[in-house]
């Protein structure tokens, strides 16, 4: 059982560094607030739409990026995004391939376009 266990292990770690290559839309056609869940347990910050469905942003190159990161990285809307609660934003997406969340609020999402609309009022 130990052996099952450790190869399914090895062939997801495998398949989860692979590269896709996928059509970006540069649309911020969505408006969101971006909320902290990180008292939940394996969550973050998440996008809330004001529909109020959530968001789980994800990177685009997956978990395996180690330095040197890929040229891509630095291009990714999430590069230097600095998360607010309560900030306002309109962003663009795509599906994200299916990974496992331990969050489990929302779907993942890869990122395709970001811009702050409003700033949250400091108290």
Do not use: H
Request: glycine letters at 8%; one cysteine or more; hydrophobic letters at 45%.
């Amino acid at each position: 059982m130990n052996r099952i266990i450790a190869v399914m292990v090895i062939l997801l770690s495998v398949l989860a560094c692979e590269p896709e290559e996928a059509k970006i839309s540069q649309d911020c056609t969505y408006t969101a607030t971006v909320v902290d869940l990180e008292g939940l347990d394996g969550c973050g910050f998440v996008f809330q739409l004001d529909n109020g469905d959530y968001l789980e942003p994800m990177w685009r190159w997956g978990w395996c990026a180690t330095p040197p990161l890929p040229k891509e990285a630095t291009e990714d809307p999430l590069w230097d995004f600095q998360f607010v609660d309560g900030q306002r934003v309109r962003l663009g997406f795509e599906p994200a391939e299916e990974m496992g969340s331990i969050c489990m609020v929302g779907e993942q999402v890869y990122i395709t376009c970001l811009e702050v609309i409003g700033e949250v009022a400091v108290e």
